[in-house]
C-alpha cells in the first residue's frame, strides 16, 4: 500500500472530518456539485470527458501496476491520481472516484475514500404505486436493495414488515388533495424552512419545543406548523425528514392541528431531475436500486404526489409564507394565492412551462417564489433593485397579511430584516446544532426559538 501512496499526489486540507450526522461526513458535502456535474460531463461529453461514482472499495492495490476495484470496476491508476484520505482505506469502504476512459480501460484521477462503509448504509422507504392498490417499496438494507410490493391496498394500510431499520407507512392509495391558499389564524404557529435533510436536529427542535413526543409524534393539538420548503438536498436524512412530516401532517389533523408544506426551490430542482446538490449517498444509493433519483420523487410516487399537491405561497393568519420571497414584478401579475398556487403545481415537472414571466412560469423564473432574493441588500442588484418598503406593504396587502415569511437565504437569526418587520427571514443553518431555529407565532406575538426551546420575544415595527 504504502508504494502505491507514493505515486499518488497527496493532498491535504481534503482529509475526512466527522459530522454530527450519523455515518456521514462532511467532507461528502463537499463533493456534491463535483460528482453531480462531472457525471453529467460524462453523460453529455463522450470517452474522454470525466466521470465519478460512489461506491463500495473491494480491493485496494497493494503493489505498484495494481488497479483499485471499486463497484464490481477495475480502475487504473497514474503517478498523477491523487488519493484524497488521512487514513488508510479499507475494503467495504465507500468512494468517490472520478475517472476517464482511455483505450477501454478506466483510469482514476481521483480517489476520495469515504468514512462510512457500504454496510452501514440504509435509506428508504421509497413508494412507487404500480397501480390504483398496487405499491412497490424500495429500500435500502445495510447496504443492499431490498424491494417489496403489496397488492389489494384498497384503503389506508399501515406496512410495518420493513427490514432492519425502517420504522412503519402509512400507504393510502386516494392521492392527496391540495390545500387552501389561505387560512384563519391557529392558537399558535411554528414555521421552519431549509432544514436540508438534518433530520436529528429537526427532532431535537420539535421534541424541546413540545411539537412531537419522545416517539416523534404529535402532541401540539390544535397547533399548525408550516415547513417553508427546501427540506431536501445537502443532507443525508432526506427520507427521514420526508416521512417524518409526511405522517405528522396526518396526525396533526386527526385533532384539529395541521402541518403546511410550502415547497422551495430544492423539491422543485429534484422534481425536475436537477440533482446538483443531493447527498453522495443517495448517488450509491440510487446507483444500486438500478434510477436516478428523481424517479423516486416522481408523479407515481407516495412523496412525489404528495410534493405535487402542495402549494407556493400560503397566507395564515396575518403572516404570508412563501419560499424566496414574492417579487414586485410577480405582484404586477395581481394573481390570487389559488392562481398562483395552481400555475406552480401545474409547472412542476415533468411538465416544462415556456413561460417568459413569473405569471407564466413561478416555477423556473428568477422573480418566480421560489427564486425570488430582492428583499436583501446584498442580492438586490440581481433582481432589479431591492424591493422597497411600499412595494412590500402593496404585496402584504394583496394576500391580507402583514409579515412575509422566508426561507432561501440564509440570516443569522431568525427575525426581521429591517426595522419595519414586514419581513422576516427563517433560514438558518440546520446541520449546526447552534444555529437551529423556528418562528412561534402564539397569543398574536412572534417569538424567536432556538433549539432547546427558549423564547425571546420578536421587536417588530420599532
Not at 462531472?38 to 488497479?67: D, F, K, N, R
Not at 420493513?162 to 392558537?187: A, C, H, N, Y
Amino acid at each position: 500500500m504504502n508504494d502505491v501512496l507514493e505515486q499518488c499526489r497527496w493532498k491535504k486540507g481534503l482529509g475526512l472530518k466527522k459530522s454530527n450526522e450519523k455515518g456521514v461526513t462532511k467532507m461528502m458535502y463537499r463533493w456534491l456539485s463535483v460528482v453531480a456535474l462531472l457525471m453529467s460531463w460524462g453523460m453529455l461529453v463522450g470517452q474522454e470527458a470525466p466521470q465519478a461514482m460512489i461506491e463500495e472499495i473491494q480491493s485496494i492495490p497493494t503493489q505498484a501496476g495494481e488497479p483499485w476495484v471499486i463497484g464490481g470496476q477495475e480502475f487504473t491508476t497514474l503517478p498523477s491520481t491523487a488519493l484524497n484520505a488521512n487514513k488508510q482505506p479499507q475494503p467495504g469502504d465507500l468512494a468517490v472516484v472520478e475517472f476517464v476512459v482511455r483505450d477501454g480501460m478506466l483510469v482514476a484521477t481521483t480517489v476520495q475514500p469515504l468514512a462510512i462503509k457500504a454496510a452501514e448504509v440504509n435509506d428508504g422507504p421509497y413508494v412507487i404505486w404500480r397501480g390504483p392498490s398496487t405499491a412497490e417499496v424500495l429500500m435500502m438494507n445495510a447496504g443492499q436493495v431490498v424491494r417489496k410490493t403489496y397488492t389489494n391496498i384498497a384503503g389506508p394500510r399501515e406496512i410495518d414488515d420493513f427490514p432492519g431499520f425502517q420504522q412503519s407507512i402509512l400507504l393510502d392509495p386516494t392521492p392527496p388533495e391540495s390545500p387552501k391558499s389561505v387560512w384563519s389564524r391557529p392558537s399558535k404557529l411554528m414555521a421552519i424552512s431549509d432544514l436540508e435533510g438534518n433530520y436529528e436536529n429537526a427532532v431535537r427542535f420539535l421534541q424541546a419545543s413540545q411539537i412531537i413526543d419522545s416517539k416523534q409524534d404529535w402532541i401540539w393539538g390544535e397547533g399548525h406548523l408550516v415547513l417553508v420548503g427546501d427540506l431536501v438536498d445537502r443532507g443525508s436524512q432526506v427520507t427521514e425528514v420526508m416521512w417524518l412530516f409526511h405522517r405528522l401532517e396526518r396526525q396533526a389533523r386527526k385533532v384539529g392541528g395541521d402541518v403546511h408544506y410550502i415547497l422551495g426551490n430544492h423539491e422543485a430542482m429534484v422534481m425536475g431531475g436537477d440533482l446538483r446538490y443531493i447527498n453522495p449517498k443517495y448517488h450509491f444509493v440510487t446507483s444500486r436500486m438500478k434510477l436516478d433519483y428523481d424517479r423516486l420523487f416522481a408523479e407515481d410516487t407516495e412523496i412525489g404526489r404528495w410534493w405535487r399537491s402542495k402549494n407556493g405561497v400560503e397566507t395564515v393568519g396575518n403572516l404570508f409564507f412563501v419560499h424566496g420571497g414574492y417579487s414586485p414584478i410577480l405582484d404586477q401579475a395581481q394573481l390570487t394565492a389559488d392562481t398562483l398556487n395552481r400555475r406552480i403545481r401545474e409547472g412542476l415537472a415533468p411538465a416544462r412551462p415556456t413561460g417568459s414571466t413569473p405569471a407564466t412560469n413561478p416555477v423556473r423564473h428568477q422573480h418566480g417564489p421560489f427564486w425570488y432574493r430582492g428583499y436583501f441588500d446584498q442580492y438586490g442588484s440581481s433582481w432589479g433593485g431591492k424591493a422597497t418598503e411600499e412595494e412590500i406593504r402593496n404585496i402584504l396587502e394583496r394576500h391580507g397579511a402583514e409579515h412575509v415569511v422566508i426561507g432561501h437565504t440564509v440570516v443569522d437569526n431568525v427575525g426581521p430584516l429591517d426595522k419595519t418587520g414586514a419581513v422576516i427571514g427563517i433560514d438558518v443553518k440546520w446541520r449546526d446544532a447552534e444555529k437551529c431555529q423556528g418562528l412561534l407565532q402564539e397569543k398574536g406575538e412572534l417569538w424567536r426559538v432556538s433549539i432547546d426551546g427558549k423564547r425571546e420575544k420578536l421587536e417588530l415595527g420599532k
